[in-house]
């Protein structure tokens, strides 16, 4: 089992202050989780500005391993991730490139986008997504491969539940890029996703295991 942790940030004054000072000791719990191979991505999420809404986690294992990340976690034990949000989570086993190694460089500014796409709850809504499967599958096969799609995956309603929407984190560098991309899945024009946001991030190197496919 995989979880997705949707941590948010508070949008008070103090918000950017608790982040930075507790940005060293998170960046030194992810880089360890990740060499463990229980971190399997983690990513900032900002706004279109570049501002910092919360985080992107993704951990393998089960409930138990998603709240030992937790109780381990500056941001949310120090008060920066005000909400928390966990999804069971199935990552898409697709052809991924191979991303950054650590002792690379760390990137300068924005390198990617994170979409987060929900289905909408109408009792047709897991017939619109099964339908378009097979389509979307057959677009995102080569663009992983490419590295235009650089990870992505269905959020389940419970483990081993049915899919409730998607994550997706791809090479897109602007809002605009990143939505004409979605305007031909087949997700959208199937009418599967009816909530969708996209942000900023930035991917930088850590000792991350390959993921599968």
């Given at each position: 089992?995989?979880?997705?942790?949707?941590?948010w940030?508070?949008?008070?004054?103090?918000?950017?202050?608790?982040?930075?000072?507790?940005?060293?000791?998170?960046?030194?719990?992810?880089?360890?989780?990740?060499?463990?191979?229980?971190?399997l991505?983690?990513?900032?999420?900002?706004?279109?500005?570049?501002?910092?809404?919360g985080?992107?986690?993704?951990?393998?294992?089960d409930?138990?391993?998603?709240?030992?990340?937790?109780?381990?976690?500056?941001?949310?034990?120090?008060?920066?991730?005000?909400?928390?949000?966990?999804?069971?989570?199935?990552?898409?086993?697709?052809?991924?490139?191979?991303?950054?190694?650590?002792?690379?460089?760390?990137?300068?500014?924005?390198t990617?986008?994170?979409?987060?796409?929900?289905?909408?709850?109408?009792?047709?809504?897991?017939?619109?997504?099964?339908?378009?499967?097979?389509?979307?599958?057959?677009?995102?096969?080569?663009?992983?491969?490419?590295?235009?799609?650089?990870?992505?995956?269905?959020?389940l309603?419970?483990?081993?539940g049915?899919m409730?929407?998607s994550?997706?984190?791809?090479?897109?560098?602007?809002?605009?890029?990143?939505?004409?991309?979605?305007?031909?899945?087949?997700?959208?024009?199937?009418?599967?996703?009816?909530?969708?946001?996209?942000?900023?991030?930035?991917?930088?190197?850590?000792?991350?295991?390959?993921?599968?496919?």
């Amino acid at each position: 089992m995989t979880y997705a942790i949707l941590g948010w940030d508070g949008d008070d004054e103090g918000a950017p202050a608790r982040r930075a000072a507790a940005r060293d000791r998170h960046v030194a719990h992810i880089t360890a989780e990740a060499a463990a191979g229980r971190l399997l991505l983690g990513l900032p999420l900002h706004d279109e500005a570049g501002r910092s809404l919360g985080s992107l986690m993704v951990v393998a294992g089960d409930a138990a391993a998603r709240d030992a990340y937790l109780a381990g976690e500056p941001f949310a034990n120090s008060d920066v991730w005000r909400k928390v949000e966990s999804h069971p989570f199935r990552i898409a086993p697709l052809p991924y490139q191979p991303w950054p190694a650590p002792g690379q460089p760390p990137p300068n500014g924005r390198t990617h986008s994170i979409i987060i796409a929900w289905d909408d709850t109408d009792a047709e809504a897991p017939e619109r997504r099964l339908a378009a499967r097979p389509a979307h599958f057959e677009r995102v096969q080569p663009m992983a491969a490419s590295g235009t799609l650089l990870f992505g995956g269905a959020i389940l309603d419970s483990e081993d539940g049915r899919m409730v929407g998607s994550i997706a984190v791809t090479r897109h560098v602007t809002h605009e890029a990143a939505r004409n991309w979605l305007e031909g899945d087949p997700y959208v024009t199937g009418d599967v996703w009816r909530d969708i946001a996209v942000h900023a991030t930035t991917l930088r190197p850590l000792p991350y295991a390959r993921l599968p496919g």
